[in-house]
């Protein structure tokens, strides 16, 4: 287990990141829009879960593969430049790959990632004594904030162009994972309980 170490900075964004060794950043843009240390402690235990499942070393291996082919990729550009077809076509062919190559293999393995995070992080908090409820209302905010500010067409796009799921996507995703966790904070150990934490919502 990562000798996990945990810093916040000035950054008004609501964001939080996971580095290699357990280094967990969190935004300060965080602390406004979680209501009470449950809704907190899910951030945190997201940013644990990524580091528990070793989400950054399985992205550098996907990584490595992928520049390998495109190492291949090179080659080919070089040969068709050798063998006097048309350079332009055969760039724009190789973009399209890596274009391809995005949105069909590393987003869809970023978003199955965060997904894998929610429900260890879930789970983590859960174990930890804090209330699963508060990650399923920190997120009904957020999935409600991007119902009323996203387009129809901003949101289809959001869903394959980006590297987390839609918030509506996790919502009912933690929804469903909330009957699982029930069992483990009847097993919590009380060292985390919102009781003992400022928080009277139970």
């Not at 990729?73 to 076509?89: V, Y």
């Not at 409820?133 to 067409?153: G, K």
């Not at 909330?178 to 928080?199: C, H």
């Amino acid at each position: 287990m990562p000798a996990f170490e945990f810093r916040m900075i000035s950054d008004s964004n609501f964001n939080a990141r996971c580095y290699f060794g357990g280094k967990i950043l969190v935004n300060a843009g965080v602390l406004p829009v979680v209501q009470n240390d449950d809704e907190f402690a899910f951030v945190i235990a997201h940013e644990m879960a990524h580091a528990l499942a070793r989400h950054a070393g399985e992205t550098a291996s996907w990584e490595i593969a992928r520049t390998k082919g495109f190492q291949f990729a090179s080659f080919i550009n070089d040969w068709a430049a050798e063998s006097r077809l048309q350079k332009k076509s055969v760039e724009l062919v190789l973009q399209g790959l890596n274009v391809a190559s995005i949105l069909t293999v590393s987003l869809p393995h970023d978003r199955l990632q965060e997904s894998e995070a929610d429900h260890l992080g879930l789970i983590l908090m859960t174990r930890a004594g804090y209330r699963p409820q508060a990650a399923v209302d920190l997120w009904r905010r957020m999935a409600e904030v991007q119902t009323n500010t996203a387009s129809l067409l901003s949101k289809a796009i959001a869903k394959y162009c980006s590297s987390h799921p839609p918030d509506a996507e996790r919502l009912a995703n933690l929804k469903l994972w909330l009957t699982e966790t029930a069992s483990n904070r009847q097993n919590a150990a009380p060292l985390g309980d919102s009781s003992q934490n400022g928080n009277d919502q139970k």
